[in-house]
């Protein structure tokens, strides 16, 4: 059994159910706003699945695949999973079991300007892995900010048939585009609605509840120089030592698009100093 899940429906372009500043800065980091919207997800999931929840004593949840950084649904599905647990405490029912989707990414390219047909054809390309013994025979949760073709949902759906995994599950996301005549790309429009240059950028990091997500990390090593340079300047040096473990955790410096800025930012690691005049200090200036 599949179910499909979401907490606002877009309908409307010029009509937001949501606040788009707020999305916009919950994509690029900032986690106060990944709870906020957990909250709001978890109230109208279980008022409308509550029993769903209680007839089950195996549920697992899993966030959008990714390999080492996490996607910004990975925050929404960690404070998702805090206040189901307390509902399954109340309850006396046993907590939330963990998995996740690895994912190898291919490409650079800004996902959400794409159609379904070239969304599904980009990750397709992909690799994944999901351990089917942990997760087989369970209600499943599928956890994700929001849904706009379904083509991740397609993928995921794909890689439950080619891993034979068997069991009951959900997809659950905060936003979903139920008009089709709005194009896919509204999905940028809603990405960097907030996020549109180094300063809100910089405010963002500089956020006391900001925390790198996938986004992050590939925007600014995709950064022009002169951007690249003028944020090294608005941002603490301990920010990018985080940055560069990050990306190298995630192959990120055996991509072509990445590797000017990570080679520039572990060089300056290394010296502790930057050119430019910038300096890594605990509070850049």
């Known amino acids: ?5 979401s907490q606002h429906k877009i309908t409307n372009k010029n009509d937001c159910p949501f606040s788009e500043a707020e999305y916009s800065k919950f994509k690029f980091g900032v986690n106060s706003y990944a709870e906020k919207f957990a909250e709001e997800l978890f109230e109208g999931f279980i008022t409308t699945h509550k029993e769903l929840i209680l007839s089950h ?24 999973k805090l206040r189901m647990n307390k509902f399954l405490f109340d309850y006396g029912k046993k907590a939330l079991a963990e998995s996740k989707i690895y994912r190898n990414q291919t490409y ?26 942990y997760i087989s ?5 599928f956890i994700d ?17 080619q891993y034979e995994v068997k069991g009951e599950f959900a997809f659950l996301y905060f936003a979903e585009l139920k008009n089709r005549n709005i194009h896919p790309n509204i999905e940028n429009y809603y990405n960097y609605f907030y996020v549109k240059d180094i300063e809100s950028l ?7 509840t900001f925390t790198f997500n996938t986004r992050v990390v590939k ?7 002169n951007d690249f340079f003028r944020l090294l300047g608005k941002i603490p040096g301990s920010i990018m030592q985080k940055l560069f ?24 690691l290394t010296n502790k100093k930057l050119n430019y005049g910038y300096q890594f200090t605990e509070r850049a200036t």
Not at 59 to 79: E, F, K, M, R
């Open 1 to 5: 059994m599949n179910i499909t899940y």
């Open 57 to 80: 004593d195996e549920i697992v949840i899993l966030p959008s695949p990714y390999l080492s950084i996490p996607t910004a649904s990975n925050y929404l599905c960690y404070y998702f």
């Open 108 to 133: 650079t390219t800004d996902y959400g300007n794409l159609s379904y047909d070239d969304r599904v054809k980009l990750i397709s390309n992909d690799t994944y892995y999901i351990d089917r013994n």
């Open 137 to 141: 025979g369970k209600l499943c949760l």
């Open 145 to 161: 900010d929001i849904k706009i073709t379904g083509s991740h949902e397609h993928i995921i759906t794909k890689i439950l048939d």
């Open 202 to 208: 910089s405010s963002v990091i500089n956020s006391a």
């Open 219 to 225: 925007y600014i090593l995709k950064l022009e120089e």
């Open 245 to 268: 473990d990050l990306a190298v955790s995630n192959n990120y410096h055996t991509i072509d698009e990445y590797k000017s800025n990570l080679n520039y930012i572990n060089n300056s």
